[in-house]
């Protein structure tokens, strides 16, 4: 059944009474309309930057992000000191939160951890 029975006031329509088949059909076209909608703001909102869960859940429990990122890489602080330009002293400084890095410190670090500038900062 998909007749719709339309309740007038005053000669005018005021309600649409549907039977449950056809609203639950309306009712779920709608939630995927909305559902595609909100994913294609999420692509287009996507900056494509991605944070493992290993290195966001070392950070979570107080890692530095700069040593959480090395660790998840692999590599030791003389690679990355050397691949950053800086020195190891340094990079060690910055992971135990002796020393704060400049944002031209942090971008060094981030092109040598191939890790999004903001996770760093």
Do not use: N
């Amino acid at each position: 059944m998909t007749t719709v029975q339309i309740i007038e006031q005053d000669g005018k329509p005021a309600f649409y009474a549907v039977p449950a088949t056809l609203w639950r059909k309306v009712r779920d076209a709608i939630e995927d309309a909305q559902a595609r909608t909100a994913f294609d703001h999420a692509v287009a909102d996507d900056d494509g930057d991605r944070v493992p869960a290993e290195v966001a859940f070392a950070i979570a429990d107080g890692t530095s992000p700069v040593r959480a990122w090395r660790e998840y890489r692999g590599i030791s602080q003389d690679a990355l000191a050397q691949s950053s330009g800086l020195s190891k002293p340094f990079v060690s400084q910055i992971e135990s939160g002796k020393r704060a890095g400049t944002t031209a410190t942090l971008k060094k670090l981030a092109a040598a951890l191939a890790a999004p500038l903001e996770t760093l900062a």
